[in-house]
């Protein structure tokens, strides 16, 4: 079992930055994938970003790319999300979850962080 705690979200105004981080403990493998979802108020979850702990192959959902970077920290067991030109439409709960692999569902899930972009 993987633990997951997101931390790093907050308040910030259309065009700033964030990062969040998820750091995670208890067993992992090298062949898990880290996930980025969210979450807005009357909306479903949607998938953000993903990167395989090993190896580095990345993801991103086409309403980030381009602002958002994910990156790992293997030493420190660590995923980032870094946030750039953040629009009031980015304000959601940000979820860290993690698959064993790319092929298969994310089963493992942090409490979130909350990310609230002002106009």
């Known amino acids: 079992q993987v633990q997951l705690v997101e931390s790093g979200g907050g308040l910030v105004q259309a065009g700033g930055s964030l990062r969040l981080s998820c750091a995670a403990s208890?067993?992992?493998?090298?062949?898990?994938?880290m996930g980025w979802f969210r979450q807005a108020p009357g909306k479903a979850r949607e998938f953000v970003a993903a990167?395989?702990?090993?190896?580095?192959?990345?993801d991103y959902a086409d309403s980030v790319k381009g602002r958002f970077t994910i990156s790992r920290d293997n030493a420190k067991n660590t995923v980032y999300l870094l946030m750039n030109s953040l629009k009031p439409e980015d304000t959601a709960i940000y979820y860290c979850?993690?698959?064993?692999?790319?092929?298969?569902?994310?089963?493992?899930w942090g409490y979130g962080t909350q990310v609230t972009v002002s106009p």
């Open positions: 990167i395989a702990w090993s190896g580095g192959s990345t």
């Open positions: 208890g067993r992992t493998f090298s062949s898990y994938v």
């Open positions: 979850a993690v698959a064993k692999n790319w092929r298969v569902a994310y089963d493992n």
